[in-house]
């Protein structure tokens, strides 16, 4: 029997709050949509990212289903497990990891999609298929390092496979369809070049991610990554305990979240940040509602606050900016001023607030 080898644990990584906090979000609610890491090299992204997947129980899927299907989810299985289920029979199943699949720079559209036998499909009536990354990352991760270097046709497949939980490949009249649910995440490094405005506003949440300058927290990062190289498994025994307790932290959370009450209070507050701060659409409103609610959800209460909704716009409204190249103040600043903004509105009487909520077009 082959030994997994162990992973970086998630509570060893030193700083990146934003970024553990958007991927434990996503986590707790993978609905909130993707997740976006801007930032500079060796910053710990693709770390973070299968540190997180590690904490997680096993889920159980189809033993022999190329899709990795919830035997016990009926309303989300595939052609093949559908078709057993409705014949009655008992679908095997087994325990496996969450899991992180990675999407290469040089990734066709063929390698993501899938492929479709054309010419099996015409002989024999049969479809067949060769399962793609978007099927092996069902149920998991998909992790996408440099989503700004890849073609924008590629973006948009992944991006609209991971809003409507389904993958579709269409090829000379024929299509086929599979469940394909996963997490998305996404690395960038904005020196290397910007990843296009609409798509950007299709990830719900975005972080930053930068090299640390404090003297003794570098040292930590230092010391821990020796200490894991040299000893994997001694280490990640080191930090079991504090693994465990995250992680059922994590799955209460996620077991909590659906009864989270959103207030007509702060579903105004999330609008009108929205407005304000000049995002297209409706994704921003959306995006912060299900954020804070998660978070809500991680504390422990019961319903949203007004701390909440703040910490989800810090995570959703910078990437969504319209951002002047002549402006030297920075998304987050920009962020930080809509905010007292609207605390200010909040605290205005009627007269002065139909004043102030009138919306900048520069």
């Not at 710990?44 to 033993?63: E, M, N, Q």
């Not at 009926?74 to 009655?88: A, D, K, W």
């Not at 010391?223 to 994997?232: G, K, Q």
């Not at 905010?339 to 009487?349: G, Y």
Request: hydrophobic residues 40%; contains cysteine; charged residues 25%.
């Amino acid at each position: 029997m082959e030994l997994s080898s162990p992973v970086f644990p998630f509570t060893a990584i030193v700083g990146q709050e934003q970024m553990k906090q958007a991927l434990v979000l996503s986590l707790i609610n993978p609905d909130i949509g993707g997740v976006l890491i801007r930032g500079e090299r060796g910053t710990g992204k693709s770390t973070a990212v299968r540190a997180l997947a590690s904490l997680l129980p096993p889920i159980s899927v189809v033993s022999d289903c190329s899709y990795r299907c919830d035997p016990t989810d009926t309303s989300l299985l595939c052609h093949e497990c559908l078709q057993r289920h409705r014949q009655g029979e008992t679908l095997p199943s087994v325990q496996e990891p969450m899991r992180v699949v990675d999407l290469p720079l040089g990734a066709t559209e063929e390698m993501v999609l899938g492929t479709l036998n054309i010419e099996q499909a015409v002989r024999q009536g049969e479809k067949s298929f060769e399962p793609g990354l978007l099927a092996r990352s069902h149920r998991g991760f998909l992790y996408v390092d440099e989503v700004n270097l890849l073609p924008d046709h590629l973006v948009d497949i992944f991006l609209d496979a991971a809003a409507m939980g389904v993958n579709v490949v269409e090829r000379e009249g024929i299509s086929y369809s599979h469940p394909s649910k996963f997490i998305l995440v996404g690395t960038m490094n904005p020196d290397e070049g910007e990843l296009r405005p609409q798509l950007q506003d299709r990830f719900a949440l975005c972080a930053a991610v930068q090299g640390i300058q404090d003297e003794k927290a570098r040292g930590q990062v230092v010391t821990r990554r020796l200490a894991f190289e040299e000893s994997p498994r001694e280490f990640a025994q080191q930090w079991s305990e504090k693994e465990r307790a995250l992680a059922n932290h994590i799955l209460e959370a996620k077991e909590r979240v659906a009864s989270v009450v959103l207030p007509d209070k702060q579903i105004a507050f999330i609008t009108r940040l929205a407005a304000l701060a000049g995002t297209d659409g409706h994704r921003a409103d959306i995006a912060m509602a299900k954020a804070a609610k998660a978070m809500a959800a991680y504390a422990g209460r019961n319903g949203v606050t007004q701390q909440e909704v703040v910490a989800a716009a810090r995570l959703v409204l910078p990437h969504r900016l319209r951002q002047d190249p002549a402006e030297e103040i920075s998304p987050l600043a920009k962020i930080e001023q809509v905010l007292e903004k609207v605390k200010e509105i909040d605290e205005a009487t009627p007269e002065e607030a139909a004043e102030k909520t009138e919306i900048k077009k520069n």
